[in-house]
């Protein structure tokens, strides 16, 4: 089959790298090397996210925009374009051009299999952060999702006491499963002057003016939620060190990321395959 991995971060020369094995492959907006397939492709394989303003595919190696429209250009009518995160505007136009639409990044063991270089990553960030060893240090774990999981294993492995905040009586149950201490969130002004490291795994605001208060003066915040777990007005009044600490697949595992990502399109592709739609071997 011929695909055409177009734009995204460092992961897709990996997706492309995985993709080459039983494919022919053609890649634009990932290196000097890149080039336009001589004929029309079968598929597109998209970032994450495929895009960023509704308009163009997300290509931040490119240094022009790449819009929807070379879509229509590069690839069959009948094919499929395959990107993660996909916005509704892309949607819209591939089922406008005649084009199937679906996303990589929405499959459950995708997300599951992606934890793991995030856990990693964050886990990473913690010990470059904090100035003492990991070692019966006191973490603070806020949710308790696929990341936040494995990233207690890996504190508990470590010797850090770990304090898990979690709404659900479920969530919690699992965390004492493994270890960690578990608490709601009601009781976290408390348990705030104890801990020297907090994660955040929550995307909306759980820390607020009083949380805030409690901070101990050395602790280290670090947001691996898409949206801030702190009160950015509350924030304003206190001295946090706060570390961003998004997209750690990207960053701190590329290859593993990427390569996730191309095994999601590869199922993708079988799919199409086994229900005879038009996108041919």
């Known amino acids: ?17 995985r993709l080459r094995r039983k494919h022919e492959v053609y890649t634009y907006g990932l290196s000097e090397l ?6 029309l492709c079968d598929a597109a394989v998209l970032g994450i996210p495929a ?31 395959i990107g993660g995160m996909v916005s509704p505007a892309l949607r819209h136009f591939c089922a406008d051009n005649g084009f199937f639409c679906e996303d990589h990044y929405c499959d459950e063991s995708v997300m599951l299999r992606n934890a793991v270089p995030s ?6 960030v913690g010990i ?31 010797g850090c006491e770990v304090i898990v905040a979690a709404r659900s009586r479920e969530k919690r ?35 607020g003016e009083d949380e805030l208060a409690a901070f101990d003066d050395e602790a280290v ?10 009160d950015k007005a509350a924030l304003k009044g206190h001295s ?28 993708i592709l079988d799919t199409y395959r086994e229900r005879g739609d038009k996108i041919e071997q």
């Open 1 to 17: 089959m011929k695909l055409l991995v177009l734009g995204g971060d460092i992961r897709m020369y990996y997706t492309a790298e």
């Open 34 to 39: 890149d080039m336009f397939p001589d004929e």
């Open 51 to 81: 895009s960023r303003d509704g308009i163009s595919i997300n290509a931040p190696l490119c240094r022009e925009p790449v819009p929807f429209s070379v879509l229509q250009k590069l690839i069959k009518s009948g094919g499929v374009v």
């Open 119 to 124: 856990a990693e990553g964050a886990l990473a």
């Open 128 to 158: 470059n952060a904090t100035p003492g060893q990991m070692l019966g240090q006191k973490v603070l774990i806020l949710g308790f999702g696929r990341i936040a999981s494995q990233l207690a294993v890996y504190l508990t492995a470590m």
């Open 173 to 207: 149950a699992k965390a004492r499963m493994l270890g960690c201490r578990a608490v709601g969130f009601d009781v976290l002004c408390g348990i705030l002057p104890e801990v020297t490291l907090i994660y955040n795994t929550v995307p909306c605001a759980v820390i």
């Open 221 to 230: 915040y670090v947001e691996l939620a898409s949206a801030s777990g702190i």
């Open 240 to 267: 946090v060190t706060v570390i961003n600490a998004g997209g750690l697949p990207a960053k701190t595992a590329p290859k593993t990321a990427g390569e996730i990502i191309a095994d999601a399109v590869e199922e």
